[in-house]
């Protein structure tokens, strides 16, 4: 079995087994709050449809994926990086080989190895900032890995702010579900948080207030581990490959200068829109504010050098415009099939990301160290 093969079926895996814990755990909170109300949540459900009281159920599964997937996150991330040492690797920043493929060079093995990523850490712009160290983990149940970064205590704040947004509606949404099936039924006594709280003290031995301070606690203690956890990771890559980052980047300015003409060639390109705000000329002319933007395409170039060390590298060029503005897009795209232009609100392109010609070409070394296509073309 070739390795697309298996990361598809791992990626089939973990899809299946993420959609049965969702189910599952849905099946259990119905479970325990039918137990904290008194009521048959699942037949109040059926009376709900049965009814034609939409406003109550149909909400009820996407408010219930909202809070699961990011209790999940919640869970998951803290508890992954707490657990990373066994799955950590990185070596030195290199590119982005596709949509969801990254590839680093290991000092270790002397050679860029690829791997399955969301995440991926920025590709370098300018020559100096080259060969940064990176590091890695695989996220528990996952089969990609995931960008060591300094773990944030805000984007938890952030997931346990939407976890509300989620759970709260969803407990308001079934109490007024049950209190409704119970007054189909007959049944005039309300249920109130009074009766949810004795229930689940009586269940749990703990008052449901004391379970969220609790709950959140751990939250907190998780979150504030994990970035002392990743803080290590950082540094323990940082002694690994740092010496070998400064000594490329060393190199490679040794060998360039402002104004110098580069040999490289361009392995991929990803185009995407970017927001451009008015000038006070535009903004006076259309009468706008000018605070107004509009979006404007762009092309983003990976060129290889294999010439500046005994290792290609690999930087990114951002060229703004598309084949009909920009002659310089309309120039490389000659290197791509090219077999159809899509026309957008943007602009027009072609989504061919890879080319069919290698071909040298010619960069200008900028004074920030970026590079550019340079006016004397390829040889």
């Given at each position: 079995?070739?390795?697309?093969?298996?990361?598809?079926?791992?990626?089939?895996?973990?899809?299946?087994?993420?959609?049965?814990?969702?189910?599952?755990?849905?099946?259990?909170?119905?479970?325990?709050?039918?137990?904290?109300?008194?009521?048959?949540?699942?037949?109040?459900?059926?009376?709900?449809?049965?009814?034609?009281?939409?406003?109550?159920?149909?909400?009820?599964?996407?408010?219930?994926?909202?809070a699961f997937v990011f209790t999940f996150g919640l869970i998951n991330q803290p508890v992954s990086l707490l657990t990373a040492s066994a799955t950590q690797i990185g070596g030195l920043s290199g590119y982005k080989d596709d949509d969801n493929t990254y590839a680093y060079y290991d000092p270790q093995q002397r050679g860029y190895s690829r791997i399955k990523t969301y995440s991926p850490p920025p590709d370098p712009e300018n020559l100096n900032e080259t060969f940064s160290v990176v590091s890695f983990y695989k996220p528990v149940l996952a089969d990609y890995y995931q960008n060591v970064y300094k773990f944030q205590l805000l984007s938890s704040l952030l997931g346990l702010f939407f976890f509300f947004c989620g759970i709260i509606p969803l407990y308001f949404l079934m109490l007024a579900l049950a209190n409704d099936f119970n007054s189909s039924n007959g049944i005039k006594e309300k249920i109130n948080f009074g009766i949810i709280n004795g229930n689940f003290a009586e269940l749990t031995r703990i008052s449901f207030p004391a379970f969220i301070v609790a709950a959140l606690i751990v939250i907190v203690i998780a979150t504030i581990s994990a970035n002392v956890v990743s803080g290590n990771l950082l540094r323990e890559q940082e002694i690994v490959s740092g010496r070998y980052s400064a000594e490329y980047r060393g190199r490679i300015m040794s060998a360039v200068s402002p104004g110098k003409i580069i040999t490289g060639r361009i392995i991929r390109r990803e185009q995407e829109s970017e927001k451009v705000y008015l000038t006070q000329e535009e903004s006076r002319r259309t009468m706008s504010s000018k605070n107004e933007s509009r979006y404007e395409p762009a092309y983003n170039y990976i060129v290889e050098f294999p010439g500046l060390l005994e290792?290609?590298?690999?930087?990114?060029?951002?060229l703004r415009g598309d084949s009909e503005t920009n002659p310089k897009i309309r120039e490389l795209d000659a290197l791509f099939a090219n077999t159809k232009v899509v026309r957008t609100m943007y602009g027009s392109y072609s989504p061919d990301t890879h080319p069919v010609t290698m071909k040298d070409l010619e960069f200008l070394v900028n004074p920030d160290y970026s590079v550019a296509l340079s006016s004397a073309g390829n040889h």
């Open positions: 079995m070739n390795v697309t093969n298996t990361v598809s079926m791992k990626t089939l895996f973990f899809t299946v087994l993420f959609i049965f814990l969702c189910i599952g755990v849905g099946y259990f909170v119905l479970q325990f709050f039918s137990r904290l109300s008194g009521v048959e949540i699942f037949s109040a459900i059926l009376w709900g449809f049965k009814a034609k009281q939409f406003a109550l159920v149909l909400p009820l599964i996407p408010l219930y994926f909202m290792i290609p590298v690999y930087l990114k060029m951002r």
